[in-house]
């Protein structure tokens, strides 16, 4: 079994998409401080951290999208949806800040020796992450799922999915229309992704189980791939 990180570092100075609480991290205790506790020569050190629920490589939840009261929060979401058999397309071939199409998906999909099935989570490589980690330009230079890619998304029965971007949608776009469809069709996804790129045009196990946050609007995730070896 092969497992890939799909999860970016959590940093102070970390790129979050804007209004968004930014990424703090401080030296809590030291073994310094905390050694003076005990008389064995036993110490230990922790950090503190301040991060937004929709911040790091995470997981939106219903509540977020979805102004109902009923919507539920990160901690009431099933499991389920988490976890499964997933794919990963390539459309980073899209020009930044211009939709990514139905068309664009079909040729995506059409390019690999995989197929997107019923119940499957799927995983789009802008690659985004890739050209501009911790630079300004990963919050403004990349494409995003117009009205029709969405659609897609619906009509071909995806239960999650995911971009390594921050956000599905285009980021000159004032509708946000992926937002939209995930809010109408409850269907959930992962934003700050990283390194799709070595799973473009395969079949694996997908895992990114949240922080089980009561009342969060989203969910931190160490998101993890998990290859056998008929598709290593």
């Known amino acids: 079994m092969q497992l890939i990180d799909l999860s970016q570092d959590i940093y102070q100075g970390m790129m979050v998409y804007p209004g968004h609480l930014k990424t703090v991290v401080f030296d809590h205790a030291t073994h310094e401080e905390t050694a003076l506790r005990f008389d064995s020569g036993f110490s230990f050190q922790t950090k503190g951290l301040m991060i937004n629920d929709n911040g790091p490589t995470h997981v939106d939840s219903f509540s977020h999208l979805d102004p109902d009261p009923a919507a539920q929060t990160i901690d009431q979401m099933p499991l389920d949806l988490f976890y499964g058999q997933a794919v990963c397309l390539d459309v980073s071939h899209v020009p930044a800040r211009t939709d ?3 068309e664009h998906l079909d040729a ?19 690659g985004t992450f890739g050209r501009h980690a911790g630079q300004p330009q990963y919050l403004t230079d990349f494409p995003g799922l117009g009205e ?3 659609k897609w ?9 995911g971009v390594d971007s921050p956000t599905p949608d285009n980021p000159a776009s004032r509708i946000y229309p992926c937002h939209l469809m995930c ?9 700050n992704l990283a ?9 694996f ?7 089980k946050l009561v009342g969060g609007h989203g969910g931190p995730t160490r998101a993890v791939a998990l290859l056998d070896s008929a598709n290593q």
């Open 183 to 191: 809010r109408h069709h409850g269907i959930t996804h992962y934003e």
């Open 153 to 161: 998304i619906v009509d071909r029965g995806v239960k999650t999915f």
């Open 108 to 126: 995506a999909e059409q390019a690999v020796e995989v197929s997107v099935e019923p119940g499957d989570i799927l995983l789009l490589h802008t």
């Open 195 to 203: 390194n799709l790129d070595q799973l473009i045009g395969r079949r």
């Open 148 to 150: 029709s890619a969405s």
């Open 100 to 102: 990514i199409t139905a």
């Open 205 to 211: 196990t997908f895992a990114g189980f949240p922080l």
